[in-house]
């Protein structure tokens, strides 16, 4: 039996612009949530509408429990019509909510230097990765390991244009490097965020690095090339479009090595979004 | 409580609330959300004779209040049901309808006799109206003589109801649907996915890697009906209501028209719980008015 499911619904206490078509959109939930973990994601949609019919796959942004409930937040791009009527709502609204969903990040073992590499909305999870690894860091009973101490984490964020680089508020309160690049350099390096840490990889121990990764699909692929010579663990979170969010639909298969058939289709929803990205196929 | 129970061609069901095929992938993926043992039937995800990797994503794309699909029928093929699937499914009380899918006369035959032997399967599904493989169920469901020639078939290696899913994309459902009863099946479900396409003007190309796929959701649901409808004149079997169904007065539209069951498709994308809503609603709407049995609300069109 798989874990009780958060199914119900949510208050908008607020959804703010900001970025050009990015938000942050903070719910209160009908009832307590407290095993929400970076990496898993919420289906959200406004209630009561047929218009747009689907939920939205959200990935969490940041989870608080306040003296009126737990507060799930997410930071989201309007691509289409279904984020863009999400963008319409104002505190007061009324959400359908269903999460949290899918596989979290997982805290590597024996890596002291961890690298955070998002590309443009890819920060919301990350970001979230980067709080949950600084306030554990702070409670002894969780840092298990004899290098969590000591333990270092460097975001690398990515995006066309500085107005699109999103996060950053939040990523630098946890972070002690944070990197940045632009497309066309109008912030930080000029070039992707995945040839920015190209250069910067030649000086560091590999033998340290955890890698964790959120971002345009052309980024991850580039992403798993750069690091095929290495022995680098990475770990990415994916998207794809879904319907259900719970392994019914099969709208959101990608494709994965497969041990007896070469290749099969995954569900990104069930069997993910987080996935090792030597298991990802490229078409 | 009123009495709910009615009969699929044999096949006796507590409720008419049944889930439709592909929209409650093999019942446990639903088993946190609901007891499903509240349901009238579930009909799991079409089995083919072999395991089926389904399309090449992207496989969906919501258009207006719906979705269009090309999974591909993507399942794990009839002998992993039987050995991975039905030993949970056995341990429910409620009936499982399994629904099957072949690339040629011969398979849904095949098919049809290994599930017949399986202990737990309560009727079949034939599906002879998939639009979205090409090598699929479009041939059989598009003319008369194909689809009764399935049919003949699975009823000479099976002892099970039959149900048969009739396509709406075809000039004369109400003929095809004459034809399938004359053959030998015990009921109908009508409508599978009606065959749309999506562009991405950016790009200039289909939002389906598959390029067309099969449209479900509120949009199609006055298309369902108006084929229900049709359907219910001319036949003598049960037909079961599907198309575009949220609620509890989507289900009684189809009740009304004639429809002795309905299922219940997309929206279990959308709230996993929607079958047991549309079941409340539906014993609130009788309570209300007095109803003590369903079948004085099957068809009561007055026009």
Redesign the interface.
């Known amino acids: 039996?798989?874990k009780?499911?958060n199914?119900g619904s949510g208050c908008v206490i607020e959804n703010v612009n900001v970025a050009k078509d990015h938000f942050v959109m903070s719910l209160l939930l009908a009832s307590t949530c407290d095993d929400a973990l970076p990496g898993q994601f919420v289906m959200v949609?406004k209630q009561g509408v047929?218009?747009?019919?689907?939920?939205r796959p959200l990935s969490l942004y940041g989870v608080y429990q306040t003296e009126a409930g737990t507060v799930l937040e997410f930071l989201y791009r309007v691509v289409?019509?279904?984020t863009w009527a999400l963008s319409r709502l104002t505190g007061g609204d009324q959400v359908?909510i269903?999460g949290p969903l899918g596989k979290p990040f997982d805290v590597m073992p024996n890596r002291n230097h961890l690298i955070l590499l998002a590309g443009g909305i890819g920060a919301a999870p990350l970001a979230f990765f980067a709080e949950y690894l600084a306030k554990n860091l702070d409670r002894p009973e969780e840092s298990n390991q004899d290098a969590s101490s000591s333990r270092k984490v460097s975001f690398y964020l990515g995006a066309t244009t500085a107005d699109a680089l999103v996060g950053l508020g939040k990523i630098e309160r946890f972070c002690a490097e944070i990197r940045i690049s632009t497309d066309d350099g109008s912030a930080g390096f000029t070039g992707t965020v995945t040839e920015l840490l190209q250069k910067d990889l030649i000086g560091l121990d590999h033998r340290n690095l955890g890698l964790y990764s959120c971002g345009p699909a052309p980024m991850i692929r580039s992403l798993s090339r750069l690091i095929e010579p290495f022995a680098i663990p990475c770990q990415v979170s994916m998207e794809?479009?879904?319907?259900?969010g719970?392994?019914?639909?099969?709208?959101?298969?990608?494709?994965v090595r497969d041990a007896s058939l070469g290749w099969?289709?995954c569900q990104v929803c069930t069997e993910g979004p987080v996935f090792d990205i030597r298991e990802l196929l490229w078409? | 409580m009123p009495d709910l129970s009615v009969d699929i061609g044999g096949l006796k069901l507590k409720n008419p609330i049944m889930t439709a095929s592909g929209?409650?992938?093999y019942g446990e993926?639903?088993?946190?959300?609901i007891n499903l043992n509240d349901l009238g039937a579930i009909i799991v995800k079409g089995l083919s004779l072999k395991p089926r990797?389904?399309n090449?994503?992207?496989?969906?794309?919501?258009t207006?209040?719906?979705?269009l699909?090309a999974?591909g029928l993507?399942n794990v093929g009839v002998q992993a049901f039987i050995e991975k699937k039905m030993p949970y499914l056995r341990t429910l009380e409620v009936p499982v309808i399994a629904n099957i899918l072949g690339e040629n006369a011969e398979e849904y035959q095949q098919i049809a006799e290994l599930l017949s032997r399986a202990p737990g399967v309560a009727a079949l599904e034939v599906n002879i109206s998939c639009p979205n493989v090409s090598k699929g169920g479009i041939a059989f469901g598009a003319n008369p003589e194909s689809a009764m020639d399935v049919v003949r078939r699975v009823k000479s290696v099976t002892d099970l109801p039959v149900i048969v899913k009739l396509s709406p994309n075809v000039t004369d459902i109400a003929m095809i649907a004459e034809g399938v009863e004359s053959a030998g099946a015990n009921a109908l479900s009508l409508i599978n996915t009606i065959t749309g396409m999506s562009v991405d003007i950016e790009r200039r190309i289909p939002h389906l890697k598959n390029i067309t796929g099969g449209l479900s959701?509120?949009a199609i649901k006055p298309i369902a009906l108006r084929m229900v409808w049709q359907v219910v004149n001319r036949v003598r079997i049960p037909v079961i209501g599907v198309g575009g169904i949220?609620d509890a007065t989507d289900a009684l539209e189809f009740l009304i028209v004639g429809a002795t069951a309905v299922q219940i498709g997309?929206a279990?994308?959308?709230?996993?719980?929607s079958t047991i809503h549309v079941l409340n609603g539906l014993v609130a709407y009788m309570e209300k008015r007095h109803i003590r049995d369903i079948h004085e609300l099957i068809g009561t069109l007055t026009c």
């Not at chain 1, 047929?50 to 939920?55: A, C, F, I, R």
């Not at chain 1, 794809?240 to 259900?244: G, I, T, V």
């Not at chain 2, 090449?56 to 919501?62: K, L, N, S």
């Open positions: 039996m798989k009780k499911l199914l949609r047929k218009d747009p019919l689907l939920s289409g019509k279904g359908d269903l794809e479009r879904m319907a259900c719970i392994g019914a639909c099969l709208g959101c298969s990608i494709k099969a289709y078409e | 929209t409650f992938g993926e639903y088993a946190s959300f990797m389904g090449p994503p992207p496989r969906i794309i919501e207006a209040s719906g979705m699909n999974i993507q959701g509120p949220m997309t279990n994308f959308i709230n996993p719980q």
